[in-house]
């Protein structure tokens, strides 16, 4: 994958958790370093992930802070 320059995305589901858990999409990208060849994995947001929170329109600046 190193060669290639290639991702790989996947399912990840924690074995040492309880029922009930939801398997996470995630992205492994490669990694070569002196010692070892690995993977990160960083989990992808998904729909669920998106919320929409209500904030206050801004007030007007004064002169001042202009």
């Known amino acids: ?9 996947g399912r990840y589901v924690a ?3 309880k029922n009930g858990v939801v398997p996470k999409m995630v992205v ?6 002196t010692e070892r ?3 990160y994995m960083i989990e992808l947001p998904t729909v669920e992930d998106v919320r929409d929170y209500p904030y206050n329109s801004l007030k ?3 002169e001042k802070q202009r």
């Open 37 to 39: 060849e690995m993977f």
């Open 15 to 17: 074995r040492n958790c």
């Open 60 to 62: 007007q600046s004064t």
């Open 28 to 33: 492994l990208i490669p990694y070569r370093s």
């Open 1 to 9: 994958m190193i060669s290639l320059n290639k991702y790989a995305v």
